[in-house]
């Protein structure tokens, strides 16, 4: 394959992955409607991460799993930190605080610290065309949000959201620098780091907010509807 189809591919797979992650806010969004914020991602993390599972048990895959040293566990152990407990939490919450827009358009600061920290981090410089893309991407954030009316809510969700951005921002430069060195295959470092990540959010989650909205109030409903009906 040639260096230019291997760049288009690449293109189209983002763009296939924009799409997808697009539509699922909105459908986080109707599901928050009765599952807490912090227990919906672990939910949908843990899910995601039964279903890779198997794959962890190929020939290859197990090989890899093998062969890592003390230093690419504490890679991939933070990366599990930073992209799904912390990220894809704060994410969740963001979307029960603001509208499913705010959030995606808030997502969109990640480029900028990104190309910031991979400067300084992993020695990675932005072309002019990627900085002439993000200053036109702020004029227009500066253009949505103006004049700024914020409600309390909303401002308690920019404030989550920006935590959000600067984790997914450091683990996008952390997840770059674990690809970058190729001794350990994209599956295997899915597979772990999701596995840290959504396991720790679903416990917190539950610990913190319980499996679904208004659980009493549902069950003590069931219940006095039972008895009127009998």
């Known amino acids: 394959m040639s260096k230019f189809s291997s760049h288009l591919t690449a293109i189209l797979l983002a763009l296939l992955v924009t799409f997808l992650w697009s539509t699922s806010f909105v459908i986080i969004k109707i599901g928050l409607a009765e599952i807490p914020p912090l227990t919906f991602a672990g939910l949908r993390y843990s899910i995601a991460f039964i279903c890779l599972l198997p794959f962890a048990f190929t020939k290859a895959n197990s090989t890899v799993i093998k062969k890592l040293e003390k ?18 939490g704060t ?3 963001g ?19 990104v190309a910031v920290m991979a400067i300084f981090l992993i020695n990675e410089y932005p072309t002019k065309l990627q900085w002439f893309g993000v200053v036109l991407f702020i004029l227009g954030i500066i253009t949505y949000f103006f004049p700024v009316a914020l409600s309390e809510n909303q401002e308690l969700g920019l404030i989550v959201m920006t935590i959000g951005v600067l984790a997914n921002s450091a683990s996008a430069v952390l997840g770059r620098n674990i690809n970058r060195e190729a001794r350990i295959n994209p599956i295997v470092v899915t597979i772990i780091s999701m596995g840290i990540g959504s396991i720790l959010l679903l416990l917190v989650g539950i610990i913190l907010q319980g499996l679904i909205h208004n659980l009493e109030s549902n069950f003590a409903n069931t219940i006095c509807n039972g008895v009127q009906y009998n």
Do not use: C, E, M, R
């Open 71 to 88: 230093k690419d566990w504490g890679k991939l152990i933070l990366l599990g930190f930073l992209f799904y407990a912390f990220t894809q």
């Open 91 to 93: 994410q969740f919450i």
């Open 95 to 113: 979307l029960s605080l603001l509208p499913a827009v705010t959030v995606s358009l808030w997502l969109n600061f990640t480029p900028l610290i």
